[in-house]
């Protein structure tokens, strides 16, 4: 078994930025599609392996929560294994929730294998309020009654049956959860207004392994059709399509050369042509992806983010990193969280003009940022904080640094082998 979840240890990253990038990345498995695939191994009541597994914080948070139900988790090179044979009801506590968002996509699994399900509040990163209505409607709609107190969730059934569900807005959490409940039963659900990132689309790819029907994954129709049990299944985990984004923004806010292997601009849809537009080559050389920037990035006029396939919202920071010290100004509008621009002052600290008003900000990209000290507050705005510091001039300290330990392997060291200036330190 997993020991415990990732426990944050108090780190701090120092960069003596300012230094092109050159060499050769691979990009690890998909957080968020190996996340609601690791609660759905709950309805089913054999062996789950996931290959392209990351190690990361999330991941080794979910494990204890499956511990927690009694399943037994093993993670080697990769590979973790879930044996869900044993799985018991528990309430699912706080200090499992609080760690991680995507421990609301398990609600479904637990409702439908255990018929019941408590859990606290999740947490996960405070870029809003991260309400979990849609989540509750959809369930609600496929046999699930609910109550909320200042904690706890709590839902049970008496049967859960299909249904013909809308969602007032494309939640990927609230759809994985719709999708994981519907599979298990008898008969046909309809999902409209679902949400069509690839996460959705290999999730629907993992459920039909287990023995689901599914058309439309990856449209805003979903069609689910559940013979009332799931099988074990394998899960190959496809490449971060973020993490890949991150190292992109690395790229174009520094400058350099660099593969990244296992990525292909498919994987990237939805904020390829951001970076291409800011002046980045990219194209295919065997297996990898070469991202070349050898300019100043040039700002795009305006950005906003929204569902795939648009510009996506966990891309947002790590933009507003680069447009900082791009040429001309740029408007990048929010409109996925109501609370994700955290990084603004630590921006403005290093130098960069950045006016904030509402759900956009105003850029006007600076020759170069100095180095500074700056905090970490959220696993995405602290992969941004790095960005910057790699560009900018001197030497940032990036303080709280253990949010990217919830989503990124070795992005310190593999940054340290791209050329920069670059080293983890424990507090
Ligand atoms: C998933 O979060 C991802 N997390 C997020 O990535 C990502 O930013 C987000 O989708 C949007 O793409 C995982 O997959 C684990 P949503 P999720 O439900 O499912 C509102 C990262 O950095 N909403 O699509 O929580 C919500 O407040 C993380 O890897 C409701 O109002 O996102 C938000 O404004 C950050 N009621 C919007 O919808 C609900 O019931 C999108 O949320 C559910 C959501």
């Known amino acids: 078994n997993i020991a415990s979840p990732g426990v944050?240890?108090?780190?701090?990253?120092?960069?003596?930025?300012?230094?092109?990038?050159f060499g050769s990345v691979c990009i690890h498995g998909a957080k968020n599609a190996v996340l609601p695939v690791m609660a759905a191994s709950l309805m089913n009541e054999g062996v789950t392996v996931i290959r392209g597994c990351p190690d990361i914080a999330d991941v080794r948070a979910m494990c204890g929560i499956l511990n927690h139900l009694h399943c037994k988790t093993d993670f080697k090179k990769g590979c973790l294994v879930i044996d869900t044979s044993m799985a018991e009801y528990e309430e699912i506590k706080a200090e499992d929730t609080k760690q991680l968002r995507a421990s609301s996509v398990l609600m479904g699994p637990v409702l439908t294998?255990?018929?019941?399900?408590?859990?606290?509040?999740?947490?996960?990163?405070?870029?809003?309020?991260r309400p979990l209505d849609i989540h509750l409607h959809a369930l609600k709609c496929l046999g699930a009654s609910w109550s909320v107190s200042e904690d706890f969730i709590e839902m049970e059934t008496t049967g859960l049956h299909p249904s013909e569900i809308t969602l007032r807005f494309p939640s990927v959490g609230a759809t994985e959860n719709a999708l994981m409940a519907a599979a298990a039963q008898c008969g046909t659900t309809v999902l409209y207004n679902a949400a069509?990132?690839?996460?959705?689309?290999?999730?629907?790819?993992?459920l039909e392994k287990c023995g689901a029907v599914i058309t439309g994954a990856g449209t805003?129709?979903?069609?689910?059709?559940?013979?009332?049990?799931?099988?074990?299944?394998?899960?190959?985990?496809?490449?971060?399509?973020?993490?890949?984004?991150?190292?992109?923004?690395?790229?174009?806010?520094?400058?350099?050369?660099?593969?990244?292997?296992?990525?292909?601009?498919s994987l990237c849809?939805?904020?390829?042509?951001?970076?291409?537009?800011?002046?980045?080559?990219?194209?295919?050389?065997g297996e990898a992806m070469l991202v070349q920037m050898y300019?100043?990035?040039?700002?795009?006029?305006?950005?906003?983010?929204?569902?795939?396939?648009?510009?996506?919202?966990?891309?947002?920071?790590?933009?507003?990193?680069?447009?900082?010290?791009?040429?001309?100004t740029l408007i990048l509008k929010e409109q996925i969280f109501e609370n994700r621009f955290k990084?603004?002052?630590?921006?403005?600290?290093?130098?960069?003009?950045?006016?904030?008003?509402?759900?956009?900000?105003?850029?006007?990209?600076?020759?170069?940022l100095k180095g500074s000290e700056v905090y970490g507050e959220d696993l995405r705005g602290t992969a941004a904080l790095i960005t910057a510091g790699l560009a900018a001039q001197e030497t940032t300290v990036i303080h709280d640094a253990d949010y990217i330990l919830r989503g990124y392997m070795d992005l310190c060291e593999n940054l340290k082998g791209l050329g920069a200036e670059i080293e983890w330190e424990n507090s």
Not at 113 to 129: E, N, T, W
Not at 271 to 280: C, K, R, S, Y
């Open 269 to 285: 849809r939805g904020f390829l042509d951001v970076f291409t537009g800011m002046g980045m080559d990219i194209r295919m050389e």
């Open 343 to 368: 990084t603004v002052p630590w921006l403005k600290k290093m130098g960069a003009d950045i006016t904030l008003s509402g759900d956009s900000v105003l850029v006007k990209g600076v020759e170069t």
């Open 220 to 265: 805003e129709c979903i069609r689910v059709r559940g013979k009332g049990v799931l099988q074990s299944a394998e899960f190959f985990a496809k490449p971060d399509r973020i993490v890949a984004g991150t190292y992109m923004a690395a790229v174009a806010a520094c400058g350099g050369s660099v593969y990244l292997q296992g990525v292909t601009p």
């Open 196 to 206: 069509k990132e690839p996460e959705i689309e290999s999730l629907c790819a993992y």
């Open 8 to 21: 944050f240890i108090l780190g701090k990253i120092v960069i003596n930025g300012g230094k092109r990038l």
């Open 295 to 328: 300019h100043r990035p040039v700002n795009l006029h305006k950005i906003c983010t929204g569902a795939y396939p648009d510009f996506p919202t966990d891309m947002q920071s790590m933009v507003l990193s680069v447009a900082s010290v791009g040429e001309g």
């Open 113 to 129: 294998r255990f018929g019941k399900v408590r859990l606290a509040y999740p947490g996960g990163c405070s870029i809003g309020s």
